[in-house]
């Protein structure tokens, strides 16, 4: 059994969030020994050149210095200090600022066991060279269980302020995300996804993108635009708002996704949508750069690919569910978008 303890400081002004962290959990078991604790930023820089901690979990907001200030100056005299952060405001700026200083967790009061737990673990990871950088060690993490009938999100942090998934059939590279992202992998049934709270400047192809939520909207809606994105074949356009919330563009893609079997109309979507038919058109055209005729084409036939690949149903079937009634129809235009008439993509 492994004995060893690594030298751990409190720092918090306020007394009472002091001694809540200390008593939270039992930090001897968790293999730490609390050497300081300490009420200021100047307080915890003398004593750690005294006790010369391995790892500190700090306050935010303090009086004489952030501890975000506590932090860079602590790592100027030893690059090794790990660190994990607590803050009783949500605030998402300071939260990636940690980050990028190496903090290993960004905690919110009113701190939970669970939480501090798992920052004592990570710390400890960290401290003994088994865990990399927030970014690496997103690659090593379990996949979080979503389940489309049930759906329930995993505790998210606080700190949010919008959500996205991303949702493909293979596992996705961490390090597509940009620094400071916050992500969490996730399984979907057969799929493999990634939660973050920011966008990679570029998707890898076949990778399902949904409309942006809040934090506190329903993950149904999560779940339903990132799968219609990555069977239908698109990503919600960025100049379309993406990054603040659902467009006109995004939900009539959904729209046409849910409903590609019927015979949609133009009229459909007006009434459907509260706009005048040109009106909807140059919308539509405008955010996403395509026509609604060419767009429903297009979601069609990568619909029809997909089945194709992993379905035994006949070129037939497929064709009716993708809105085909004519079969020779739907024969030319397959062979004109991917180069092969169904059967031979099928048999490729």
Known sequence: MDNKRYKLMLVDDEPWALIGLKECIDWEEAGFEIVAECDCGEVALKAAETVHPDAVITDIRMPDMSGLELIRRLKEKDPAIQCAVVSAFSDFEMAREAIRLTATSYMLKPLSEQEVAETAGRLKEMLEGKAGSLQDNIKAKSYTEIFPAHPVLPELPQTLRSLWLALCEEPLDASLWPEGTWLLPVKIEDDYGMLCDRLPEKMPEETGLSCAIGRRDKPEKLLETAEASLRGGFLYPENAGIRNAPTIAAGIQLYLYQHLHENIALKDLSETFFLTETYLCDLFREQTGKTILGFLRGIRLYKAAGMLRKTEKTIYEIA????????????????????KTPDQYRKM
């Open 320 to 339: 009716s569910e993708c809105g085909y009634n004519d079969y020779s129809y739907f024969i030319r235009h397959f062979k004109k978008a991917y180069g």
